[in-house]
Protein backbone atom coordinates (compact mmCIF):
# COMPACT_ATOMS: atom_id res chain seq x y z
CA UNK A 1 0.00 0.00 0.00
CA UNK A 2 0.93 3.58 -0.77
CA UNK A 3 0.38 6.43 1.03
CA UNK A 4 -0.41 10.51 -0.55
CA UNK A 5 -0.12 13.80 1.11
CA UNK A 6 -0.08 16.92 -0.99
CA UNK A 7 0.62 19.89 0.03
CA UNK A 8 1.26 23.70 -1.06
CA UNK A 9 -1.81 24.64 -3.14
CA UNK A 10 -3.26 28.25 -1.65
CA UNK A 11 -4.25 31.89 -3.35
CA UNK A 12 -2.45 33.08 -5.84
CA UNK A 13 -3.27 36.43 -8.47
CA UNK A 14 -3.41 35.27 -12.32
CA UNK A 15 0.16 34.77 -13.92
CA UNK A 16 1.46 33.68 -10.61
CA UNK A 17 3.16 30.51 -9.79
CA UNK A 18 2.71 27.93 -7.55
CA UNK A 19 4.80 24.45 -5.93
CA UNK A 20 2.80 21.62 -5.47
CA UNK A 21 4.11 18.70 -3.07
CA UNK A 22 3.18 14.94 -2.74
CA UNK A 23 5.34 12.92 -0.26
CA UNK A 24 4.95 9.58 -0.97
CA UNK A 25 5.16 6.83 1.84
CA UNK A 26 4.72 2.61 2.20
CA UNK A 27 5.55 0.35 -0.77
CA UNK A 28 6.99 3.38 -2.83
CA UNK A 29 9.59 0.95 -3.90
CA UNK A 30 6.90 -0.77 -6.09
CA UNK A 31 5.24 2.66 -7.85
CA UNK A 32 5.77 2.45 -11.42
CA UNK A 33 3.46 5.19 -12.55
CA UNK A 34 2.81 8.93 -10.53
CA UNK A 35 0.45 11.76 -11.66
CA UNK A 36 -1.42 14.71 -10.86
CA UNK A 37 -5.02 14.82 -11.09
CA UNK A 38 -7.52 17.81 -10.66
CA UNK A 39 -11.41 18.57 -9.97
CA UNK A 40 -12.91 21.78 -10.42
CA UNK A 41 -16.47 22.75 -8.72
CA UNK A 42 -19.00 20.88 -11.00
CA UNK A 43 -16.97 19.17 -13.36
CA UNK A 44 -14.87 15.72 -13.37
CA UNK A 45 -11.57 14.70 -12.27
CA UNK A 46 -9.10 15.18 -15.16
CA UNK A 47 -5.37 14.28 -15.96
CA UNK A 48 -2.75 16.86 -15.21
CA UNK A 49 0.56 15.57 -16.06
CA UNK A 50 1.66 11.99 -15.97
CA UNK A 51 5.13 10.15 -14.62
CA UNK A 52 5.69 6.79 -15.90
CA UNK A 53 9.55 6.19 -13.76
CA UNK A 54 12.13 6.07 -15.58
CA UNK A 55 9.71 7.11 -18.84
CA UNK A 56 7.79 9.29 -20.37
CA UNK A 57 6.39 12.64 -19.21
CA UNK A 58 2.97 13.64 -20.62
CA UNK A 59 1.26 16.68 -19.86
CA UNK A 60 -3.18 17.88 -20.77
CA UNK A 61 -3.04 20.38 -23.49
CA UNK A 62 -4.45 22.92 -21.10
CA UNK A 63 -1.03 23.17 -18.97
CA UNK A 64 1.42 22.30 -21.77
CA UNK A 65 4.42 24.69 -21.57
CA UNK A 66 3.29 26.08 -17.93
CA UNK A 67 3.37 23.19 -15.44
CA UNK A 68 6.30 20.78 -14.93
CA UNK A 69 6.14 17.08 -13.15
CA UNK A 70 9.21 15.88 -11.95
CA UNK A 71 9.70 13.36 -8.71
CA UNK A 72 13.03 13.56 -5.89
CA UNK A 73 14.05 10.15 -5.28
CA UNK A 74 11.07 7.90 -4.71
CA UNK A 75 9.50 9.71 -1.48
CA UNK A 76 8.56 12.87 -3.68
CA UNK A 77 6.66 14.06 -6.54
CA UNK A 78 6.10 17.66 -7.71
CA UNK A 79 4.10 19.96 -9.53
CA UNK A 80 5.60 23.42 -10.66
CA UNK A 81 2.66 25.61 -11.72
CA UNK A 82 3.55 28.82 -13.66
CA UNK A 83 1.61 31.68 -15.73
CA UNK A 84 -1.71 30.23 -13.66
CA UNK A 85 -5.17 31.35 -15.28
CA UNK A 86 -8.65 31.34 -13.18
CA UNK A 87 -9.09 27.98 -14.98
CA UNK A 88 -6.67 26.00 -13.25
CA UNK A 89 -8.78 26.77 -9.99
CA UNK A 90 -9.24 22.77 -8.63
CA UNK A 91 -8.59 20.85 -6.55
CA UNK A 92 -5.44 19.15 -7.24
CA UNK A 93 -4.75 15.22 -6.29
CA UNK A 94 -1.65 12.97 -6.27
CA UNK A 95 -2.00 9.68 -7.90
CA UNK A 96 0.18 6.45 -7.76
CA UNK A 97 0.20 2.61 -9.36
CA UNK A 98 2.34 -0.17 -8.88
CA UNK A 99 3.41 -2.55 -10.79
CA UNK A 100 0.57 -4.75 -9.64
CA UNK A 101 -2.20 -2.00 -10.50
CA UNK A 102 -2.85 -1.19 -7.03
CA UNK A 103 -3.62 2.45 -7.47
CA UNK A 104 -3.40 5.49 -4.80
CA UNK A 105 -4.96 9.11 -3.97
CA UNK A 106 -3.98 11.34 -2.22
CA UNK A 107 -6.65 13.88 -0.12
CA UNK A 108 -6.23 16.51 -1.94
CA UNK A 109 -5.09 20.45 -2.22
CA UNK A 110 -7.09 23.20 -2.98
CA UNK A 111 -5.67 25.73 -5.70
CA UNK A 112 -7.61 28.78 -6.53
CA UNK A 113 -6.14 31.56 -8.83
CA UNK A 114 -8.00 34.90 -8.34
CA UNK A 115 -7.61 38.53 -8.54
Known amino acids: QVQLVESGGDLVQPGGSLRLSCAASGSTASINTMAWYRQAPGKQRELVAH??????ITYADAVKGRFDISRDTRYYLFLQMTSLKPEDTAVYYCYAQTGTGLQSWGQGTQVTVSS
Open 51 to 56: LKVGGA
